[in-house]
Structure formats: structure tokens, C-alpha cells
């Protein structure tokens, strides 16, 4: 905890609500300030029996069990909280991810107390930004249920009552948790895949493609997130943005082809020395091949190939140090087998 973020001799501890507290990220951001701060933590989770991350029985901590899309049973917690960080969401079912994504957030903010919230960590995708962190036209004209959601959402904070208490942030691609699922924390579904991941390494080797992306692990955005949960709240100070501050959460770019080698490496194997270039019209091939199916979303994706970001905002960028910076950092922590 950083110094200018301890609590004044007599002051009351910070009331932190956490939604979605059972979750991958939740789950590692309830640990963190569980560990580091003296703040009262409220969990709201669906089921505390996937709450493993931190002791449900302390009195620091309070859960708020039930769906998000009913904020009711919980007014008065809600309306007490200082802080709030909201990485619940939902896809899949497009109703579903409309009430959870952008109705639920706006009931949520509606039963807060003005006078006490002094801060929202609202959770969206990198996905649905460009390059420079503007909204991209085309996650509103092509995007799956969740990508339209977010991007609704965002929309509508940027003019909402609170927008100047609110930093959106903007997870990439996200790692935690282990490949067995034996961790203390949930396994991300990208860690997950990890394994079946490695399977593949035999043909993959032998395809080239020009495609980058980022990519942060779920210690570090809990990092990121208590810091911004426990420094005082000011107007956004980034540059060409709105009242909304927002900030992409990943390490430095790397591209399909290091991700490959960096497996390759991992798992001891050989990497030759050239291979087969993925063009678009090749992938387009292997599609029908295959008999694949793909939505409007997936082609955008298909033919944008690069999703970067500037700035991006790992723990480097607020005077801390990384969990896991690189690939490899990532694949030990999720025990991948070498």
C-alpha cells in the first residue's frame, strides 16, 4: 500500500464492494486488499462456496450472495460502500448480457450514496477500443451479445451523474489460476486452455501469422486495482479522454509468432526455422475445410490482426512490479508442464 494511500489516525476503513468477488480476477483483488489494506470488503457472489482466495468467516469481510441483477436485497451495503470495483459481466445469452451488462450496472450505481462513493472501477474488454482507446464502430455493428453490452455500457457512463468517480478499465487477454484447477484461485479460461494449447504445438510450429495482442495476468490487474482503490480519487488525468478515465490492462505487445515459440521453448521442442504464412484467404480455406463457424465478429477479428493499445497500463506504469511480465513468467505460474 502506498504511502499516501494509509489511512489518517482516526478515520474509518474504506468499505470496498467487489462484485463478480467469486471469479477469477474478483477473487485475486479480494485476496490483495484482504492482505495489504485494513479495508472492510463487501463480496457480492453467487455461490460462497467457489470463495476459496480469502476467509469468508472474517469480520472484515461481508457477503452479499445473490444475482446481480437483483440489487435490492442489498441496498444498504451498497449504499455504504466508499469504493466499488465491478468485475461481474455475463455472455452467451443475449437478455441475459443486456440485464447484467448495462441494466444491472446502472440499478447498481443508482442505489449508491453520492455523498459517501468516492470511487468506481468498472470493468469492460480491451476488445472493444482501438488502438488509441477510442470506441470501435465496429464492435457495435459486428460484436457477440458481450462485446455490444460493454460497448453500450461504456457509452452510457461517459454521461452518467458519476462519470468523474468512475475509471473504466480494460483487461486483454487474461491468465490466472492453474491448468490442473488446483490453485487457490480459479483458473481463467485462457489458462485452461494452456494445455490443450500445447497439443496443437506440432502443427502450429509450422504456420506463420502477422498478428499481436496483449496480454496480463489476474495478479497483476488486482495490482492495478487496489492501487486505484486505495489512492484518493481525482478528475481523469489522461490525456484526449473523457470524464471517464480509461485504462488498458496488459503487459507489452507480442505476436502470435513469439507466443508459438515461447511455447516451443517451454515445452522443449524445435522450432523450424520457416513455416506456412497464414494469409487471409488461406484461413478463409481452412474455415469451410473445417466447416468452422464463424460470426461477423470473429471475420472483423480475422481481418484486424492486431489488437494493441497506447498506452497500456501494467503495474510498471504506477511505480510497481509484475507478477508474471513475460509468457514465461505466466506459464510457471500456471504449473504448465515443461
Known amino acids: ?17 467487489i462484485t463478480g468477488a467469486s471469479g477469477c480476477v ?44 437483483d440489487a435490492e436485497p442489498h441496498r444498504a451495503q451498497i449504499a455504504s460502500a466508499t469504493r466499488i470495483i465491478h468485475t461481474a459481466t455475463a455472455w452467451g445469452d443475449p437478455e441475459r448480457a443486456l440485464q447484467v451488462n448495462v441494466v444491472a450496472v446502472k440499478a447498481m450505481l443508482a442505489a449508491t450514496d453520492p455523498a459517501v462513493l468516492e470511487q468506481v472501477v468498472y470493468f469492460s474488454t480491451a476488445s472493444i477500443l482501438d488502438r488509441h482507446l477510442k470506441l470501435l464502430p465496429e464492435a457495435m455493428a459486428y460484436g457477440t451479445e458481450y462485446i455490444q453490452t460493454k460497448a453500450q455500457c461504456l457509452e452510457q ?10 475509471v473504466a478499465v480494460f483487461p486483454t487477454l487474461v491468465f490466472g489460476g492453474t491448468v490442473d484447477g488446483g490453485g487457490r484461485f480459479p483458473t481463467s479460461y485462457l489458462t485452461a486452455g ?47 479522454q473523457g470524464k471517464v478515465r480509461r485504462l488498458v490492462l496488459g503487459q507489452p505487445s507480442v505476436t502470435v509468432n513469439q507466443t ?30 473445417l466447416r468452422i463457424e464463424v460470426n461477423a465478429w470473429d471475420r472483423f477479428s480475422i481481418r484486424q490482426r492486431h489488437f494493441v493499445h497506447e ?22 505460474d500456471a504449473g504448465l508442464p515443461r
Open 194 to 240: 494452456l494445455r490443450e494449447g500445447a497439443r496443437w504445438l506440432w502443427l502450429a510450429k509450422w504456420l506463420r501469422t502477422d498478428a499481436s495482442f496483449h496480454f496480463i495476468h489476474a495478479a497483476d490487474i488486482a495490482r492495478v486495482c487496489a492501487h486505484l482503490a486505495t489512492t484518493p480519487q481525482r478528475p481523469n488525468p489522461e490525456q484526449g
Open 1 to 17: 500500500m502506498s504511502p499516501e494511500a494509509s489511512p489518517a489516525a482516526g478515520t474509518r476503513p474504506a468499505r470496498i464492494l
Open 157 to 166: 457512463l461517459e454521461s452518467h451523474p458519476l462519470a468523474e468517480r468512475i
Open 311 to 332: 498506452p497500456i497500463s501494467p503495474p510498471e506504469r504506477f511505480g510497481m512490479v509484475s507478477h508474471a511480465p513475460t509468457l514465461e513468467a505466466v506459464f510457471e
Open 26 to 69: 474478483g477473487q485475486h483483488i479480494a485476496d490483495l486488499l484482504y492482505r495489504e489494506t485494513d479495508a472492510q470488503l463487501l463480496l457480492w457472489l453467487r455461490d460462497p462456496e467457489k470463495l476459496t482466495a480469502v476467509p469468508r468467516q472474517d469480520p472484515r469481510i461481508t457477503l452479499l450472495v445473490g444475482d446481480l441483477r
Open 260 to 289: 508459438v515459440r515461447s511455447l516451443v521453448g517451454w515445452c522443449r521442442g524445435w522450432m523450424p526455422p520457416v513455416g506456412l504464412e497464414l494469409s487471409e484467404w488461406l484461413i478463409e480455406g481452412l474455415i469451410k475445410l
